[in-house]
């Protein structure tokens, strides 16, 4: 859904003894964990604001000092919370690139006006993506996100054309 929070990162475990949180960043984007950052921390039902005091990379993971957790025993409760941000917040991309959850629920059309349905998944393949479109009778069409065939999307209207390889829909 295009107005949920979208998540950034999750607090794997606590480090050190200062209340460090070790974190694996859900983003291509790790400098969104800069110092000053204000994030949303979910955890066990609840949400509370937290911001970036200190961030530094440990290989594939970050270590961050939120200002919010002072001690070791705060950032182990906080082990298992997901980092979020709102939909606004997140970084901006170039055009013509977007968000997968920018792109959940559109509907997606033929470039002749044929309805196929909607998207409901995007699979993150080495090559390019695939988008799943459930049509009538919850058939799911897979289709490459490749530019010759994803023609032109328009999020205001939350519809995507696409241009469908032979074959693709028999």
């Given at each position: ?147 010759e065939v994803v023609r032109h999307i328009n999020l205001a209207r939350r ?12």
């Amino acid at each position: 859904m295009a107005d949920a929070r979208v998540d950034v990162g999750k607090i794997v475990a606590s480090h050190g003894i200062l209340g460090e949180v070790k974190v694996e960043p859900w983003t291509d984007f790790p400098e969104r964990f800069r110092p000053g950052t204000r994030l949303l921390l979910q955890h066990k039902g609840g949400t509370s604001r937290v911001t970036v005091r200190e961030a530094r990379s440990q290989g594939r993971y970050l270590l961050l000092k939120l200002a919010e957790i002072n001690d070791a025993d705060q950032a182990r409760a906080c082990q298992g919370a997901v980092l979020q941000v709102e939909p606004w917040e997140v970084e901006p991309l170039p055009p013509g690139h977007y968000y997968i959850f920018q792109l959940l629920g559109s509907r997606v059309f033929t470039t002749s006006g044929q309805f196929l349905g909607t998207l409901t998944d995007v699979i993150t393949t080495g090559a390019n993506d695939v988008y799943v479109v459930t049509g009538a009778g919850q058939k799911e069409i897979l289709i490459p996100a490749l530019k010759e065939v994803v023609r032109h999307i328009n999020l205001a209207r939350r519809e995507i054309c696409v241009e469908v390889p032979p074959g693709l829909l028999d």
